[in-house]
């Protein structure tokens, strides 16, 4: 071969050596037959759109504290009388709750199912870390979540039992609302910035996510998914976003 | 001359039934003994190779009940070499009713061949070539359709009908896959045992049968003796002898060379098919060379500098110095001359000097007037991906610049002497695809070798095997029979010497060189000088390489030098018989051009009288010259004639 | 040019491997990568060491067989384009370049940059076929296919099968081979009566040899040298859903 083509070489082992560098045979023939990856998307998909249309209308009752505290808490008072007399008082409200906990639930199982089989596909990391080329939102589904759970703990024991609220009185939801994003409780507010934020991230890629699980295929269908995730989020951040900004900047007190 | 070779007994094909062509292969299926559908399950058939022809053969087989063992080279039946035929398959359906018929892409096939094919092989190739497109289609292999959701065709390697069937420039793939989705079929079903990463490396003959192989498992480098009643090689062409070709890094000749060895005649190794539009080199580092798709013949202009070494850019070069040789030439067809011509005239032209680009070995092919002509758009339109591909490997901008071209090995139409039902001169060794010599004579058309691969592997095999099968099974041959062996024992210690040599030069360096000898004496031109000077440069070279290879590393891994090195090794002595057949046959023919056999105007000058047959080689020993077998043919049908394109 | 590589040595399944740099000096612009990698080799070789062994047979973008993840992308810098057909002059001199295997549970390493990809293989084996015996086909003119159909199950089709796409996935999915194979076959006529079962059987294939589900995260078409659309990953759930339906009437 050509003359001159000098190769040296200087062994430089790295010192990173990834733990196992093949994945054992039980690994790659599990004998039990694994429940479909799809059929595990599919119900994150159902269960996400479930979550969002919740969230929405959840912000709509929100955006009501505009309208002073009399609306809001008539609103929030209103909310265990919905669907009587057809069932008894606060029985819808147990309804919804119950059925978005069962979402959760399954939201949450399948993605932890997924990521378990997704991190056991790629048992030795690359050395030489793959460029990010897919969006920011893509991948950071999994730890968005975990802030956006954290943030619904703290949101019910906050707001729907009023343990952690510094006034929480059940009959003026109002004031505990205007007391949550007091200016000396900034870190509240920051905590629920970032978890809006997040869900706006786990939006923005999990409707247009979700679209594609339930069998969007069109080119032009996937520009529409992907400008409604984006629109579908921004509008939804904004909206939830506008309460702390205006109890801060003293619109609501 | 016999410094090289002995003359041996004539041989026959006995297998074809006599009568008119056009009934012989219902006659032959007719009297072919049938296998009763119980016994097939107790018949093992061992198919090497993947592609068109092996892939459909081992699926077809296993379909009808056979126990089938099917091996590869390459991870995945998948990735065999047909994969990568751009241009399409031809077949006589006269769905354009511009005239065409089995008849006639009979006749033409002959034809192209320049009358070194046996008729009867391509009368029925022209025949099975309908059955073919039904049956990749019920498969849903994604030929290009018209808006009436009709299958198109296009006129394609000169023909006047519109007979060739394709899927973009990707036909190959396409038609491959297919086969390769029934395989997989049949292994999931547990028909087929299938072999990925396995080499075979010797074949077993017990009393007289082919019965089996012996076979390494390239990832743990077991050696494995694989028993049978029947043994098919679709193990593909040699074009790798000559280093540089555009076939795949890991085609060789090693499973055609070992049956060689043990008996089965070689046919015809001389016929070399050398296609005109590939990329030429671009340095010393070059592993392989790629085709570009001879369409692009029908818009571009071929043409070289008129002076000798004139180093200007071509855009510096005035029309007045330029030399369009081919238009020149040949007036009547110019640009496109069928390829044995184009690639010739580049040679001519190099070899004057006046070579185009890196080492001077390339000539344009200039579309600035197409583009003048039909706007740049146009010319995208039409060979868009082409030019694509050659910006990727050049780096050169073809729209602005002339492309550079030169010829490439591409295909090789000998192979193992096979009879009508496709059985060699082993019983029981049968040969299917570009690996035997039967249907192309001494050229190839284009758009025919994937028809040969799918014709023989799905339709001809499976009815001529089943005769042989009939009067089995055989009495099952234990590992430790003397011819397993030996057989064995031989592939062992072979492997052992590889290792044992410890030389100082590399398997590739070795292989590079011998390609060399046979490009410069054994590739487009021949001469009786060159030939004889060649077949004593291989054999020093040969005896170097048995002193000086190096192979690192043991037997027991993947170890992937001394892979190479197993196959160099069967180059050399295929290289060798190469050009004792090229020099035995002083005449040109097809792909065979001897300098000393051409008319005043520079012309291939076939000599019926004498060269009308098929020269089959026997095998005696690596030190002795080996036995040349006269198949005399017989044209019928097709009278042969002079081909000419002025 | 001079370059360094740093290259993943693995000896063998057992082995844990590590990167290992080379230099390699005077190199041509237009050598492709692996001919850069043949250059080394020889090297290496006269050199005593065991030289880099590497997939790669056609080497002209076609076969799949090369495989190879560049400076963290798999098949390198150039979109569309198989690490055979990537040429070093999309590199510059001096640069130290990272050379990695696929990485994928079900596609073990057997020796430094060869992975086993058979999994492909038994996703094909469990449903990505037509059953079509041979001598049983129909006039191929008797069923019409739609141009654009035909187009469509075309673009599928010319998936090569490298498996890049399960090289790049965070979750090391297949799901874009499996869905352009669903794809091919379930947009023809003749593939119509094995769509449901096609697409329930390659997927569970395709989980049992151990691939991570999608996110449709979109990296795969990225690096697909074939540019299979990601939408086509749609295709193959709405085709799922349905055959769940039909399956359970």
């Given at each position: 071969?050509?003359q001159?083509?000098?190769?040296?070489?200087?062994?430089?082992?790295?010192?990173?050596?990834?733990?196992?560098?093949?994945?054992?045979?039980?690994?790659?023939?599990?004998?039990?037959?694994?429940?479909?990856?799809?059929?595990?998307?599919?119900?994150?998909?159902?269960?996400?759109?479930?979550?969002?249309?919740?969230?929405?209308l959840?912000?709509i009752?929100?955006l009501?504290?505009?309208?002073?505290?009399?609306?809001?808490?008539?609103?929030?008072?209103?909310?265990?009388?919905?669907?009587?007399?057809?069932?008894?008082?606060?029985w819808?409200?147990?309804?919804?709750?119950?059925?978005?906990?069962?979402?959760?639930?399954?939201?949450?199982?399948?993605?932890a199912?997924?990521?378990?089989?997704a991190?056991?596909a790629?048992?030795?990391?690359?050395v030489?870390?793959?460029?990010?080329q897919?969006?920011?939102?893509?991948?950071?589904?999994?730890?968005?979540?975990v802030?956006?759970?954290?943030?619904?703990i703290?949101?019910?024991?906050?707001?729907?039992?009023?343990?952690?609220n510094?006034v929480g009185?059940?009959?003026?939801?109002?004031?505990?609302v205007?007391?949550?994003?007091a200016?000396?409780?900034?870190?509240?507010?920051l905590f629920?910035?970032?978890?809006i934020?997040?869900v706006?991230?786990?939006?923005?890629?999990?409707?247009?996510?979700?679209?594609?699980?339930?069998g969007?295929?069109?080119?032009?269908?996937?520009?529409?998914?992907?400008?409604?995730?984006l629109?579908l989020?921004?509008?939804?951040?904004?909206?939830?976003?506008?309460?702390?900004?205006?109890?801060m900047?003293?619109?609501?007190? | 001359m016999?410094?090289?070779?002995?003359d041996?007994?004539?041989?026959?094909?006995?297998?074809?039934p006599?009568?008119?062509?056009e009934t012989?292969?219902?006659?032959?299926?007719?009297?072919?003994?049938?296998v009763n559908?119980?016994?097939?399950?107790?018949?093992?058939?061992?198919?090497?190779?993947?592609?068109?022809?092996?892939?459909?053969?081992?699926?077809?087989?296993?379909?009808?009940?056979?126990?089938?063992?099917?091996?590869?080279?390459?991870?995945?039946?998948?990735?065999?070499?047909?994969?990568?035929?751009?241009?399409?398959i031809?077949?006589?359906?006269?769905y354009?009713?511009?005239g065409?018929?089995?008849?006639?892409?009979?006749?033409?096939?002959?034809?192209?061949?320049?009358?070194?094919?046996?008729e009867s092989?391509?009368?029925?190739?022209?025949?099975?070539?309908?059955?073919?497109i039904?049956?990749?289609?019920?498969?849903?292999?994604?030929?290009?359709?018209?808006?009436?959701?009709?299958?198109?065709?296009?006129s394609?390697?000169?023909?006047?009908?519109?007979?060739?069937?394709?899927?973009?420039?990707q036909?190959?793939?396409?038609?491959l896959?297919?086969?390769?989705?029934?395989?997989?079929?049949?292994?999931?079903?547990?028909n087929?045992?299938m072999?990925?990463r396995?080499?075979?490396?010797?074949?077993?003959i017990?009393?007289?049968?082919?019965?089996?192989?012996?076979?390494?498992?390239?990832?743990?480098?077991?050696?494995?003796?694989e028993?049978?009643?029947?043994?098919?090689?679709?193990?593909?062409?040699?074009?790798?002898?000559?280093?540089?070709?555009t076939?795949?890094?890991?085609?060789?000749?090693?499973?055609?060379?070992?049956?060689?060895?043990?008996?089965?005649?070689?046919?015809?190794?001389?016929?070399?098919?050398?296609?005109?539009?590939?990329?030429p080199e671009?340095?010393?580092?070059?592993?392989?060379?790629?085709?570009?798709?001879?369409?692009?013949?029908?818009?571009?202009r071929v043409?070289?500098?008129?002076?000798?070494?004139?180093?200007?850019?071509?855009?510096e070069?005035?029309?007045?110095?330029?030399?369009?040789?081919?238009?020149?030439?040949?007036?009547?067809?110019?640009?496109?001359?069928?390829?044995?011509?184009?690639?010739?005239?580049?040679?001519n032209v190099?070899?004057?000097?006046?070579?185009?680009?890196?080492?001077?070995?390339?000539?344009?092919?200039?579309?600035?007037?197409?583009?003048?002509?039909l706007?740049?758009?146009?010319?995208?339109?039409?060979y868009?991906?082409?030019?694509?591909?050659?910006?990727?490997?050049?780096?050169?901008?073809?729209?602005?610049t002339?492309?550079?071209?030169?010829?490439?090995?591409?295909?090789?139409?000998?192979?193992?002497?096979?009879?009508?039902?496709?059985?060699?001169?082993?019983?029981?060794?049968?040969?299917?695809?570009?690996?035997?010599?039967?249907d192309?004579?001494?050229?190839?058309?284009?758009a025919s070798?994937?028809?040969?691969?799918l014709?023989?592997?799905?339709?001809?095999?499976?009815?001529?095997?089943?005769?042989?099968?009939?009067?089995?099974p055989?009495?099952?041959?234990?590992?430790?029979?003397?011819?397993?062996?030996?057989?064995?024992?031989?592939?062992?210690?072979?492997?052992?010497?590889?290792l044992?040599?410890?030389?100082?030069?590399?398997v590739d360096?070795?292989?590079?060189?011998?390609?060399?000898?046979?490009?410069?004496?054994?590739?487009?031109?021949?001469?009786?000088e060159?030939?004889?000077?060649?077949?004593?440069?291989?054999?020093?070279?040969?005896?170097?390489?048995?002193?000086?290879?190096?192979?690192?590393?043991?037997?027991?891994?993947?170890?992937?030098?001394l892979?190479?090195?197993?196959?160099?090794?069967?180059?050399?002595?295929?290289?060798?018989?190469?050009?004792?057949?090229?020099?035995h046959?002083?005449?040109?023919?097809?792909?065979?051009?001897?300098?000393?056999?051409?008319?005043?105007?520079?012309?291939?000058?076939?000599?019926?009288?004498?060269?009308a047959?098929a020269?089959?080689w026997?095998?005696?020993?690596?030190?002795?010259?080996?036995?040349?077998?006269?198949e005399?043919?017989?044209?019928?049908?097709?009278?042969?004639?002079?081909?000419?394109?002025? | 040019?001079?370059?360094?590589?740093?290259?993943?040595?693995?000896?063998?399944s057992?082995d844990?491997?590590?990167?290992?740099?080379?230099?390699?000096?005077?190199?041509?612009?237009d050598?492709?990568?692996?001919?850069?990698?043949?250059?080394?080799?020889?090297?290496?070789?006269?050199?005593?060491?065991?030289?880099?062994?590497?997939?790669?047979?056609?080497?002209?973008?076609?076969?799949?067989?090369?495989?190879?993840v560049?400076?963290?992308?798999?098949?390198?810098?150039e979109?569309?384009?198989?690490?055979?057909?990537?040429?070093?002059?999309?590199?510059?001199?001096?640069?130290?370049?990272?050379?990695?295997?696929w990485?994928?549970?079900?596609?073990?390493v057997?020796?430094?940059?060869?992975?086993d990809r058979?999994?492909?293989?038994?996703?094909?084996q469990?449903?990505?076929?037509?059953?079509?015996?041979t001598?049983?086909?129909?006039?191929?003119?008797?069923?019409p296919?739609?141009?654009?159909?035909?187009?469509l199950?075309?673009?599928?089709?010319?998936?090569?099968?490298?498996?890049?796409?399960?090289?790049?996935?965070?979750?090391g999915?297949?799901?874009?081979f499996?869905?352009?194979?669903?794809?091919?076959l379930?947009?023809?006529?003749?593939?119509?009566?094995?769509?449901?079962?096609?697409?329930?059987d390659?997927?569970?294939?395709?989980?049992?040899?151990?691939?991570?589900?999608?996110?449709?995260?979109?990296?795969?078409t990225?690096?697909?040298?074939?540019?299979?659309?990601?939408?086509?990953?749609?295709?193959?759930?709405?085709?799922?859903?349905?055959?769940?339906?039909?399956?359970?009437?």
């Amino acid at each position: 071969m050509g003359q001159g083509l000098h190769t040296v070489i200087a062994v430089a082992v790295d010192t990173k050596v990834p733990q196992a560098a093949v994945a054992s045979k039980a690994a790659l023939a599990p004998s039990r037959k694994r429940t479909s990856s799809v059929l595990l998307k599919i119900i994150m998909a159902v269960t996400g759109i479930t979550l969002i249309l919740f969230l929405y209308l959840h912000m709509i009752g929100n955006l009501k504290i505009f309208f002073g505290a009399e609306a809001f808490d008539h609103y929030a008072h209103w909310l265990r009388s919905v669907a009587t007399p057809l069932l008894p008082r606060t029985w819808f409200l147990w309804i919804q709750r119950g059925g978005l906990t069962v979402a959760v639930i399954a939201h949450i199982a399948s993605a932890a199912i997924l990521a378990r089989r997704a991190r056991a596909a790629r048992p030795v990391k690359y050395v030489h870390r793959p460029k990010v080329q897919g969006s920011y939102a893509a991948r950071t589904m999994r730890w968005g979540g975990v802030i956006v759970l954290l943030f619904v703990i703290f949101h019910v024991l906050d707001l729907t039992t009023g343990t952690l609220n510094p006034v929480g009185d059940k009959q003026h939801p109002y004031a505990n609302v205007v007391a949550d994003f007091a200016l000396d409780r900034w870190y509240v507010t920051l905590f629920y910035t970032l978890a809006i934020v997040a869900v706006g991230f786990h939006l923005r890629h999990g409707i247009f996510s979700a679209a594609r699980t339930l069998g969007q295929q069109t080119a032009r269908g996937e520009r529409i998914a992907r400008a409604s995730a984006l629109v579908l989020s921004l509008v939804l951040v904004a909206g939830y976003l506008a309460v702390p900004l205006a109890v801060m900047t003293g619109l609501v007190d | 001359m016999t410094e090289f070779w002995n003359d041996g007994d004539p041989i026959a094909d006995t297998a074809a039934p006599d009568g008119p062509i056009e009934t012989r292969w219902e006659r032959r299926k007719f009297s072919a003994k049938l296998v009763n559908p119980a016994n097939r399950r107790k018949l093992t058939v061992i198919v090497v190779g993947t592609g068109l022809a092996g892939g459909s053969a081992a699926a077809t087989l296993a379909e009808a009940g056979y126990h089938v063992k099917s091996y590869c080279y390459q991870d995945s039946p998948r990735r065999a070499h047909s994969i990568a035929a751009q241009g399409g398959i031809n077949a006589a359906k006269n769905y354009r009713n511009d005239g065409d018929s089995v008849y006639r892409l009979f006749y033409d096939t002959v034809k192209g061949g320049d009358f070194r094919a046996r008729e009867s092989n391509v009368y029925r190739l022209a025949s099975v070539s309908v059955n073919i497109i039904d049956q990749c289609v019920a498969q849903g292999v994604p030929f290009a359709r018209e808006y009436g959701g009709l299958l198109d065709n296009r006129s394609f390697g000169g023909t006047q009908v519109s007979r060739t069937f394709y899927a973009r420039g990707q036909t190959g793939q396409q038609l491959l896959l297919g086969a390769y989705q029934a395989l997989e079929r049949q292994i999931g079903l547990g028909n087929v045992e299938m072999n990925a990463r396995h080499e075979m490396l010797e074949l077993i003959i017990v009393e007289g049968k082919a019965r089996g192989i012996v076979v390494r498992d390239m990832v743990t480098g077991e050696i494995t003796t694989e028993m049978a009643d029947a043994v098919v090689l679709a193990s593909g062409g040699y074009g790798n002898v000559f280093f540089l070709s555009t076939n795949a890094k890991g085609c060789n000749v090693t499973a055609s060379w070992r049956a060689h060895r043990k008996g089965a005649l070689f046919a015809n190794p001389c016929y070399t098919q050398i296609h005109p539009t590939c990329i030429p080199e671009s340095g010393t580092h070059q592993s392989k060379l790629t085709l570009m798709s001879e369409s692009l013949r029908n818009d571009g202009r071929v043409w070289v500098p008129k002076a000798r070494g004139d180093k200007r850019a071509p855009g510096e070069i005035p029309e007045v110095d330029r030399d369009y040789y081919l238009e020149r030439i040949y007036p009547a067809f110019g640009n496109l001359v069928p390829r044995d011509i184009a690639s010739r005239a580049a040679k001519n032209v190099c070899d004057e000097g006046r070579g185009v680009g890196p080492g001077g070995l390339g000539v344009y092919l200039d579309f600035a007037d197409a583009i003048g002509r039909l706007g740049q758009k146009a010319v995208e339109e039409k060979y868009g991906n082409l030019f694509e591909m050659y910006a990727r490997i050049t780096g050169e901008n073809p729209y602005e610049t002339p492309m550079r071209i030169y010829p490439a090995v591409h295909y090789t139409m000998g192979g193992l002497w096979v009879d009508y039902d496709l059985q060699s001169t082993i019983p029981g060794l049968f040969v299917v695809g570009e690996a035997n010599f039967s249907d192309h004579g001494a050229n190839r058309l284009g758009a025919s070798a994937l028809m040969q691969g799918l014709g023989d592997g799905y339709f001809v095999l499976p009815t001529t095997l089943g005769n042989y099968l009939a009067a089995g099974p055989f009495a099952a041959v234990p590992q430790d029979h003397e011819a397993v062996v030996e057989a064995r024992t031989a592939v062992e210690d072979r492997i052992n010497r590889f290792l044992e040599i410890d030389g100082d030069r590399t398997v590739d360096s070795f292989h590079r060189e011998l390609g060399h000898i046979m490009w410069e004496y054994c590739g487009m031109e021949r001469t009786e000088e060159g030939l004889t000077k060649a077949i004593g440069l291989i054999r020093s070279l040969k005896d170097e390489f048995w002193q000086r290879v190096k192979v690192p590393g043991t037997g027991e891994q993947l170890n992937q030098n001394l892979e190479k090195a197993g196959r160099v090794a069967d180059f050399f002595e295929l290289g060798e018989l190469m050009c004792i057949d090229a020099l035995h046959r002083r005449e040109s023919c097809g792909g065979h051009f001897r300098a000393e056999s051409q008319s005043e105007d520079g012309e291939a000058l076939r000599h019926d009288d004498e060269f009308a047959y098929a020269a089959a080689w026997e095998y005696f020993g690596a030190d002795r010259k080996p036995t040349l077998h006269k198949e005399q043919l017989e044209f019928e049908y097709v009278h042969p004639s002079t081909r000419s394109y002025k | 040019m001079d370059i360094q590589v740093r290259v993943w040595r693995q000896t063998d399944s057992a082995d844990k491997g590590r990167m290992v740099t080379y230099d390699v000096k005077d190199i041509s612009p237009d050598a492709s990568f692996l001919e850069m990698l043949d250059v080394l080799n020889e090297k290496l070789i006269l050199d005593g060491d065991d030289p880099v062994a590497f997939d790669h047979d056609c080497r002209e973008g076609i076969c799949g067989m090369c495989s190879m993840v560049i400076d963290g992308v798999a098949h390198g810098p150039e979109r569309a384009t198989t690490t055979c057909q990537l040429h070093m002059r999309h590199f510059a001199d001096g640069d130290v370049i990272d050379v990695e295997p696929w990485r994928a549970a079900a596609f073990p390493v057997i020796k430094d940059l060869v992975v086993d990809r058979t999994a492909f293989d038994r996703i094909i084996q469990a449903g990505g076929y037509i059953t079509a015996p041979t001598g049983a086909a129909p006039e191929a003119h008797s069923v019409p296919v739609p141009k654009k159909d035909a187009d469509l199950a075309f673009e599928a089709a010319t998936c090569i099968g490298c498996g890049a796409c399960v090289a790049a996935c965070p979750n090391g999915s297949a799901m874009l081979f499996t869905a352009a194979k669903v794809a091919h076959l379930g947009l023809v006529p003749q593939g119509q009566p094995e769509r449901d079962t096609r697409v329930l059987d390659m997927l569970q294939a395709q989980d049992d040899a151990g691939f991570g589900g999608c996110t449709n995260a979109g990296e795969c078409t990225t690096v697909c040298p074939k540019g299979i659309p990601l939408t086509l990953i749609g295709r193959l759930n709405a085709d799922y859903r349905k055959a769940l339906r039909n399956s359970n009437s």
